[in-house]
């Protein structure tokens, strides 16, 4: 029998990948997708998926879809607390063991509200290996360590009946495959900034660094994962070792901006290639969220570095995808448009 899948965020640029990715790769699955809005050409896309409508507070709605599958993949919002409670306590409904592989984020290692370092290099690396302790006792305050923290719990609490995993991505970069948003994060909301500011710009010494993958590096390791899940588990870490980080590669934020600004100034898009320094108040308010937060020393002047030592030993993980160098061009321009 083929294994019952259940994903949510497929619309989004990291979950619409996956989607599209275990599709292409594994017709025979039998995947359910939580989808408030339809795209258009969803079902012309993707004529065997199963959809179920409904948005990450429809509790009943998740926790039965989750319930009637064998691997739950949760994507989009990192932090929504109602959306993992209504998963786990769909897939403890099962009789048998069901699979939990969550999306967060390397904001929980970043270093952005400690001030130690922001604008210049914090020489702690993490691995998700060596350090996993660290990283599953992060202060509550990090960004995605409340929804971490439920996972974690549960798999503790019901590890006979409940495998979980949680993906923590770098920065990401590269146009995703799936039916809805195709950029990153990054880029655009970097683009976004210099235009408002009139140049590429750090703050500090502007030797902050933070690891990227490119997306098509990350969906390595997702396939692995879901993979691994499909098959019963074997090949895999789970519970609370079940951390993987996934990065290839890391940049500091002036030679980001340098390159940025090489790219747009050959593009007419700027005056001057050379980045500009900019205050520290300045850098926070570079970028907002919808709901009004300031974390634009998330984004632009802290460091957040990590090694994906995980995946390469259980599955062989060598990046192979292009450099972020040689794809910051195309990101750029396609958050231009």
């Given at each position: 029998?083929?294994?019952?899948i259940?994903?949510?965020?497929?619309?989004?640029?990291i979950?619409?990948?996956?989607?599209?990715?275990?599709?292409?790769?594994?017709?025979?699955?039998?995947?359910?997708?939580?989808?408030?809005n339809?795209?258009?050409?969803?079902?012309t896309?993707?004529?065997?998926?199963?959809?179920i409508?409904?948005?990450?507070?429809?509790?009943?709605?998740?926790?039965?879809?989750?319930?009637?599958?064998?691997?739950?993949i949760?994507?989009?919002?990192?932090?929504?607390?109602?959306?993992?409670?209504?998963?786990?306590?769909?897939?403890?409904?099962?009789?048998?063991?069901?699979?939990?592989?969550h999306?967060?984020?390397?904001?929980?290692?970043?270093?952005?509200?400690?001030?130690?370092?922001?604008g210049?290099?914090?020489?702690?690396?993490?691995?998700?290996?060596?350090?996993?302790?660290e990283?599953?006792s992060?202060?509550?305050?990090?960004?995605?360590?409340n929804?971490?923290?439920?996972?974690?719990?549960?798999?503790?609490?019901?590890?006979?009946?409940?495998?979980?995993?949680?993906v923590?991505?770098?920065?990401i970069?590269?146009?995703?495959?799936?039916?809805?948003?195709?950029?990153s994060?990054?880029?655009?909301?970097?683009?976004?900034?210099?235009?408002?500011?009139?140049?590429?710009?750090?703050?500090g010494e502007?030797?902050?660094?933070?690891?990227?993958?490119?997306?098509?590096?990350?969906m390595?390791?997702?396939?692995?994962?879901?993979?691994?899940?499909?098959?019963?588990?074997?090949?895999?870490?789970?519970?609370?070792?079940?951390?993987?980080?996934?990065?290839?590669?890391?940049?500091?934020?002036?030679?980001?901006?340098k390159?940025?600004?090489?790219?747009?100034?050959s593009?007419?898009?700027?005056?001057s290639?050379?980045?500009?320094?900019?205050s520290?108040?300045?850098?926070?308010?570079?970028?907002?969220?919808?709901?009004g937060?300031?974390?634009?020393?998330?984004?632009?002047?802290?460091?957040?570095?990590?090694?994906a030592?995980?995946?390469?030993?259980?599955?062989?993980?060598?990046?192979?995808?292009?450099?972020?160098?040689?794809?910051?061009?195309?990101?750029?321009?396609?958050?231009?448009?």
């Amino acid at each position: 029998m083929a294994p019952k899948i259940f994903i949510t965020g497929g619309t989004g640029y990291i979950g619409g990948t996956v989607l599209d990715t275990i599709v292409k790769r594994h017709p025979e699955y039998d995947v359910t997708a939580l989808l408030r809005n339809v795209p258009d050409n969803f079902s012309t896309l993707y004529p065997n998926v199963n959809v179920i409508h409904g948005d990450y507070d429809s509790f009943d709605v998740i926790a039965d879809a989750a319930a009637q599958a064998n691997v739950v993949i949760h994507n989009g919002n990192s932090d929504h607390e109602p959306s993992i409670n209504a998963l786990i306590t769909g897939l403890l409904r099962r009789t048998d063991p069901g699979f939990l592989i969550h999306l967060s984020g390397t904001g929980i290692v970043a270093d952005w509200q400690e001030k130690t370092h922001v604008g210049k290099l914090n020489p702690k690396i993490w691995s998700d290996i060596d350090n996993l302790d660290e990283i599953t006792s992060r202060p509550d305050r990090e960004l995605h360590r409340n929804v971490d923290k439920i996972i974690q719990t549960a798999a503790a609490d019901h590890s006979d009946n409940l495998r979980t995993a949680i993906v923590c991505p770098p920065d990401i970069y590269g146009p995703g495959r799936g039916p809805g948003k195709t950029q990153s994060a990054y880029m655009p909301a970097f683009l976004d900034a210099i235009k408002k500011l009139g140049a590429p710009f750090y703050a500090g010494e502007g030797t902050n660094t933070r690891s990227w993958v490119h997306i098509e590096d990350l969906m390595t390791v997702y396939l692995k994962i879901i993979e691994a899940a499909a098959a019963g588990g074997e090949g895999a870490d789970w519970g609370q070792e079940g951390y993987y980080f996934a990065s290839s590669q890391e940049a500091s934020q002036i030679d980001i901006a340098k390159a940025a600004g090489n790219i747009l100034k050959s593009h007419g898009m700027i005056d001057s290639a050379e980045p500009k320094a900019i205050s520290f108040e300045d850098i926070a308010a570079a970028y907002v969220t919808r709901s009004g937060y300031r974390i634009g020393t998330y984004m632009f002047a802290a460091n957040s570095r990590t090694r994906a030592h995980r995946a390469a030993k259980l599955f062989g993980y060598e990046p192979s995808a292009p450099t972020l160098w040689e794809s910051m061009e195309a990101d750029l321009l396609a958050g231009a448009q």
